[in-house]
């Protein structure tokens, strides 16, 4: 004990250590938001999609299509992160021309993600929108949008929440952030120190976005107000 205690104050003593913290928060709040942003369009995106291209949605889909659809979607929620990182790398490099730093990291954090948004869309109210005569558009806009608002709110907050456990992971394969710090400083280096300072990092950025996500859902929906 009287050793860690020893290292915990050589680590807050050390300015240098704390400049790549610093930086480490930085990038690791980097490619989570633009993570979960990128996610949320394209998942909203797909999630309209599916919603309305059921047979009995608003604009049917051929059913190959809507199947191809759905396989790809529970294929990509299936593969571990880390798997799925590796296995991207060749289309990571086509993106965005390195396969390692935030940029990288970014690509496989969205297609990991973007699957899960795409199922939140809800679809409750479509049948009576329709019976009223809305047009697809109108439904899409003033009915599946609104009504889901709530749950992508807080689906987002648990995206964004697990991207930044799968950025941690990205550490071990290039990516940048706190999990970089931690698996080179805390695992390779054997340095507990450092590795507890940034799990306390983590749960607060954690829990950071988390209240985000509580409060926007419940400013949102207004079905319990």
Do not use: H
Request: with cysteine; proline share 4%; aromatic share 8%.
């Amino acid at each position: 004990m009287d050793k860690f205690m020893q290292q915990m104050r050589e680590a807050f003593a050390n300015e240098a250590l704390w400049k790549e913290f610093q930086t480490g928060i930085w990038d690791t709040i980097y490619s989570t938001v633009a993570a979960t942003l990128v996610a949320c369009v394209l998942g909203i995106i797909l999630g309209i999609i599916l919603v309305a291209g059921e047979e009995d949605g608003v604009r049917p889909l051929p059913g190959p299509v809507m199947k191809v659809l759905n396989f790809a979607i529970n294929i990509l929620r299936s593969v571990p992160f880390l798997i799925l990182m590796i296995a991207v790398i060749p289309f990571t490099r086509f993106l965005v021309g390195t396969t390692i730093g935030n940029n990288a990291t970014v690509v496989p954090l969205v297609l990991a993600a973007a699957p899960f948004v795409a199922r939140l869309v809800e679809s409750c109210v479509v049948e009576a929108a329709q019976s009223m005569g809305a047009s697809t558009w109108q439904i899409i806009v003033k009915v599946l949008l609104p009504e889901a608002r709530p749950s992508l709110l807080n689906g987002s907050a648990v995206s964004a929440i697990t991207i930044l456990g799968y950025s941690a992971m990205s550490g071990a394969v290039g990516g940048g952030g706190l999990g970089k710090l931690a698996i080179m400083y805390g695992y390779n280096r054997y340095q507990t120190d450092i590795m507890v300072i940034t799990v306390v990092l983590l749960i607060i950025i954690v829990q950071a976005f988390q209240s985000f996500g509580n409060w926007a859902t419940r400013r949102s929906d207004k079905r319990g107000s």
